[in-house]
Nanobody
Framework: QVQLVESGGGLVQPGGSLRLSCASS????????MGWYRQAPGKQRELVAR???????NYADSVKGRFTISRDNAKNTVYLQMDSLKPEDTAVYYC?????????WGQGTQVTVSS
């Protein structure tokens, strides 16, 4: 069982920045594909960004150019740098770890963008 713990959420004004972190308990963290998802009230959970074990990344169109996903395998941690935040980015952000058919989720961290 892999545990994922997100941190870094909070309240930020439009145009501001936040950096989310997700610490993993996986012994071989580097072989997992990692992702950030979000779920706003009344909406389905959606992919925000993903990074493969080789470092390839992909992003939702709505965050391209504003968000950056990265990973530090030495620290068993994946990050999501969020810049130029908009009110529509408000959601609970979840970290995921995928290895073949195994898929683990964190408990989520709230991000609220409001003036």
């Amino acid at each position: 069982q892999v545990q994922l713990v997100e941190s870094g959420g909070g309240l930020v004004q439009p145009g501001g920045s936040l950096r989310l972190s997700c610490a993993s308990s996986a012994q071989r963290f580097s072989i997992y594909a990692m992702g950030w998802y979000r779920q706003a009230p009344g909406k389905q959970r959606e992919l925000v960004a993903r990074i493969t074990e080789s470092g390839a990344t992909n992003y939702a169109d709505s965050v391209k150019g504003r968000f950056t996903i990265s990973r530090d395998n030495a620290k068993n941690t994946v990050y999501l740098q969020m810049d130029s935040l908009k009110p529509e980015d408000t959601a609970v952000y979840y970290c995921s770890a995928v290895l073949f058919t195994l898929n683990y989720w964190g408990q989520g961290t709230q991000v609220t963008v409001s003036s």
